[in-house]
């Protein structure tokens, strides 16, 4: 029994080995990557877009985030593809309105309203004059003409115009 007990100790100390050495080991680094004069790793080719300097990364440090003098900006970040997607042209807007959503799990449905006529549901792919519904989220509608202008409506909240 003690031989058996020392056979799995000894087995078990390899095995601890093996997997310390693995665990110690880095593999993958290409030979490509170097230090550059500031004491930054980069990759080879990299241009000063692709990564930051020394000097870059303690300036973000020195603003501190997380001061407690530090406060909101006034009106929340969006990126300038998102405010060029969601941005609707007067015209578009005059044309169709949005009065509800949903959402389904074969594209949706919205109901519109052109004009003084009367509102009606538009399906996904379907026409209301110019424009054709493409896509149905909650609480908004993306048309696209056949020119290939596209707009994002959304419904207009309680109390805002």
């Known amino acids: 029994m003690k031989q058996l007990a020392a056979a799995a100790l000894g087995v078990s100390a ?3 080995a093996w997997t310390l050495w693995n ?3 880095i593999e993958g680094i290409s030979d490509r990557a170097f230090t550059d004069s500031s004491g930054v790793a980069t990759r080879a080719g990299a ?3 692709d990564s930051y300097t020394f000097a870059r990364v303690l300036g973000a440090v020195d603003k501190d985030p997380f001061h407690p003098e530090r406060r909101r900006p006034r009106q929340r970040f969006q990126l300038p593809s ?4 969601f941005a609707q042209p007067a015209a578009a807007t005059a044309e169709v309105e949005l009065i509800g959503t949903a959402v389904t799990p074969d594209g949706g449905f919205a109901m519109c309203a052109t004009g003084s006529g009367p509102p009606r549901i538009v399906r996904v792919g379907e026409r209301l004059g110019d424009w054709t519904l493409n896509r149905v989220t909650q609480g908004a509608a993306e048309f696209a ?3 290939g202008a596209i707009v994002v409506l959304r419904i207009a909240k309680a109390g805002t115009e």
């Open 47 to 49: 241009t000063p877009h």
């Open 23 to 25: 665990a110690s080991r």
């Open 82 to 85: 998102d405010v060029a997607a």
């Open 14 to 16: 390899l095995l601890l």
């Open 145 to 147: 003409k056949a020119d």
